[in-house]
C-alpha cells in the first residue's frame, strides 16, 4: 500500500483505515493479532509513533484492543461495527458531495440514479469475471 502524502488525510488515519479494510476483507478475524506498530513502521517505511496512533485511533473506537505484553487483536463484532460506521460516515459524505456535484452539472434524479444503477451492473461484471 502507498500513502497519500499530500497533507489531506494523515498517515495515521490511512492506516487505521488500512487495518479496517483487513479486516472487512477477512484478513483478520475477531481476536487475531494485528501487526504491531514496528511491524507497520518496517512494512510502510513510516515512524513507529505514526504507526501506533494509527493502531491507538482503532483502539479508541473499540475496533481493536489490548492485551498487555501481547499486542493488539481485532474486537469481536468489529467488522459489523467498521460496516455501520462506514455506511454512516462515508458513504453519507460521498453521497452528499455526490449530490451537491450533480446540482451544480444540472443532472437529473433520474439521470443520477441510473448512473448510479449503470456502475453498479459494471462493479458485478467485473467481480463475477474475477470469481
Given at each position: 500500500?502507498?500513502?497519500?502524502?499530500?497533507?489531506?488525510?494523515?498517515?495515521?488515519?490511512?492506516?487505521?483505515?488500512w487495518i479496517e479494510t483487513e479486516i472487512l476483507?477477512?484478513?483478520?478475524?475477531?481476536?487475531?493479532?494485528?501487526?504491531?506498530?514496528?511491524?507497520?513502521?518496517?512494512?510502510?517505511?513510516?515512524?513507529?509513533?505514526?504507526?501506533?496512533?494509527?493502531?491507538?485511533?482503532?483502539?479508541?473506537?473499540?475496533?481493536?484492543?489490548?492485551?498487555?505484553?501481547?499486542?493488539?487483536?481485532?474486537?469481536?463484532?468489529?467488522?459489523?461495527?467498521?460496516?455501520?460506521?462506514?455506511?454512516?460516515?462515508?458513504?453519507?459524505?460521498?453521497?452528499?458531495?455526490?449530490?451537491?456535484?450533480?446540482?451544480?452539472?444540472?443532472?437529473?434524479?433520474?439521470?443520477?440514479?441510473?448512473?448510479?444503477?449503470?456502475e453498479k451492473e459494471r462493479q458485478r461484471g467485473?467481480?463475477?469475471?474475477?470469481?
Amino acid at each position: 500500500m502507498k500513502f497519500n502524502q499530500d497533507g489531506t488525510k494523515p498517515i495515521y488515519v490511512q492506516i487505521s483505515e488500512w487495518i479496517e479494510t483487513e479486516i472487512l476483507s477477512g484478513a483478520f478475524a475477531e481476536d487475531q493479532k494485528v501487526f504491531s506498530q514496528y511491524q507497520l513502521a518496517e512494512m510502510f517505511n513510516i515512524n513507529p509513533a505514526t504507526a501506533a496512533k494509527g493502531l491507538n485511533l482503532l483502539a479508541d473506537e473499540t475496533i481493536l484492543y489490548k492485551k498487555r505484553g501481547l499486542g493488539m487483536f481485532v474486537t469481536p463484532n468489529a467488522k459489523q461495527f467498521i460496516l455501520e460506521k462506514r455506511k454512516n460516515q462515508t458513504m453519507k459524505n460521498l453521497v452528499f458531495e455526490l449530490v451537491m456535484e450533480s446540482e451544480r452539472l444540472g443532472v437529473s434524479e433520474d439521470e443520477l440514479i441510473n448512473m448510479i444503477k449503470v456502475e453498479k451492473e459494471r462493479q458485478r461484471g467485473n467481480q463475477d469475471e474475477r470469481n
